[in-house]
């Protein structure tokens, strides 16, 4: 059946020769609309299958405002534009089009862009539909494995995580009983690792005792709805005490609450929390309200059964099992929240052909991303070609990409295949895509659209069969805005865009790359490992990272090769820039890092005090006074911290 077309272009002439391309190929086009008004008209009157529209039109709307009106309509659209800066296209990409064709449009990529964009709008369906359709086998396989309430969330955090992104998930009853507390939590440690929070690791966490929580829970209130907030924009999360605390524990920027009602005033509530701001949408409360008759019934099985048996038994002790090894990205090394939300990402493209942009700093491991996306995919026994756009002349790129023929240029003794052919079937890693040239881009573009290459010196076309990855360390809009590269290009990569996190947002994940490396190079020289000093260790937390993962390697190869084999590993170079002290605000990722931080706090703290007052501990003004508490538990905390009085001053007195 002929795909019916609208054409918004406020340029007849543009308009009419895109009108004669459509209809010879085949295509029904319903109108040409001049205005965002007539566009509005022609898609509230219309059953409508693609649209063709123009970002600049006459009047006060715009073409990105008749987009937001089609994405909600799930209409499938490309823009058209004869020019763009960095601030137009970063509107665009807030819409997700199919497309991006740059005006004057040739026929051959105008037919190859509508048929890639009904291509992708079915998949997104259907691919929608089938993993809707899985997660609710997986949930029900979990009601059926007879589980607690706690091994049963375990398994569910793992199931969902893909679909609805968190850094910690909570469930428990509703109203809940101030004398106990009974909400169930993980923590998510590692990209498939999670660790058990319940009542005595809260308050461990939060440095509370069984008083203070209840505390807490007595003043809190519970909604009653689905809802979405962000930790000190919304209102009303103040008056959730015990989820604005937690938020404040953990360090998490926004959660949403999901209540499943149970019959007779009893409910569960999910609480999904993140590190990130405005990470939850309307789209994941959508999803769980289809999920609802499931999770509501499972819960059922579960949370309610479990939670009385709690109440009846609160001593009892359960088996946790809450961390699972990581084997789908066994390489990566981290386990810091924004690595685990790209590669979260990296897990979910993997086993599709959807084309992969890679963006992040030098040294990020881009890379190795690339190379996971591929051992996860249909692909993964077929090649894996690495290209360093780079790091080839510019005269040599199109025959290193493509090939050339016997003779077709001085040196050219044989025929040879490029870097496209060799990967036919596989995956093809274009590492430095920005460093391009624009005459390059342009044949790039062909190969994507057509899949299909030309021999340089060749007449005639081979087709390839190539999933394409490509990374940059270069912002592309800027680029675009520079015309540096093509805007056309950019949006046939950028189907599907993954950030890598630099190493100075991660830090800390600068303990188990170190630790990795040293023992990666000490092997290799055949020198034991006696572990890291101290004293290196703060230095390089206390770093920016200007090399990211590639200059913490470079650095501990150093000290590998310079150490004795006798002694911990000691920086063997001298850091510029770096500022003394562990960042304050530095994300943590499990329950130590959490305690580390409480404790680091507490030490500069006390020893603030105990420099202002010169090391004097009791008696007026000493510094068990300004600290409020009995000198008998300062002298037990500075013994537990490792505080020495002697170090803020010359006197033995107390």
Known sequence: MSKKILIVEDEFIVANNLQ???????????????????????????????????????????GIDIARQLRAGHIPFIFLSAYANQAILEEAKTTEPYGFLVKPVREKDLLVALEIAWYLHQHSFESKWRREEQLQKSIAEIMNEGLDAQQSLCKMAKVLQPYIPFDFIVSGMRPMDAQQFTDIGYLRTGFDEYQFIGEKELENIAGLSKTGLQGIMENSVFDNHANIYTYGMTGNVVNNLLQRKLMEWLRMQSYLVFPLSLGYGLSVHYYFYSRQINIYHKEHIALLNRLKICLEELAGKTVYASTSSMLQSATSKKKRGEVTENKLFKDIIGNHHLLLSALDLAAQVAPYNTSV???????????????????????????FIKVNCAAIPATL????????????????????KGKFELADGGTIFLDEIGELPLSMQVKLLRVLQEREIEYVGGSTTVKINVRIVAATNRNLEQEIAAQNFRL????????????????????????????????????????????????????MYAYHWPGNIRELENIIEQSVVLNDGKSKLEL??????????????????????????????????????????????????????????????????????????QDFTGSTEP
């Open 20 to 62: 004669l391309i459509l209809e010879v190929a085949g295509y029904t086009v319903r109108g040409i609309a001049a205005s965002a008004k007539e566009a509005q008209e022609y898609i509230e009157q219309n059953d409508l299958d693609l649209v063709l529209l123009d970002i600049k039109l006459k009047g006060k709307l715009s």
């Open 357 to 383: 942009l890679i963006l992040g700093e030098s040294g990020t491991g881009k890379e190795g991303v690339a190379q996971a996306i591929h051992k996860l995919s249909p692909r993964k026994n077929a090649p």
């Open 397 to 416: 790129i199109e025959s290193e990409l493509f090939g050339h023929e016997k003779g077709a240029f001085t040196g050219a003794i044989e025929k040879r």
């Open 488 to 539: 056309d290009l950019y949006y046939r990569l950028n189907v599907f865009p993954l950030t890598l996190p630099p190493l100075r947002e991660r830090k800390t994940d600068i303990a188990p790359l170190a630790n990795y490396f040293a023992q990666k190079f000490c092997h290799s020289l055949n020198k034991p490992f006696n572990g890291i000093t101290d004293s290196m260790m703060e230095k």
């Open 572 to 645: 063997m170079r001298s850091f510029h820039g770096a500022s003394p002290g562990i960042i304050a605000n530095e994300m943590v990722n499990t329950f130590e890092q959490v305690k580390h931080i409480q404790q680091q706090t507490e030490r500069e703290y006390i020893t603030a005090c105990l420099k202002k007052t010169k090391g004097r501990i009791r008696g007026v003004g000493g510094a068990a006074a300004l600290l409020n508490i009995k000198p008998s538990t300062l002298e037990s905390k500075m013994a537990k911290l490792q505080i020495n009085r």
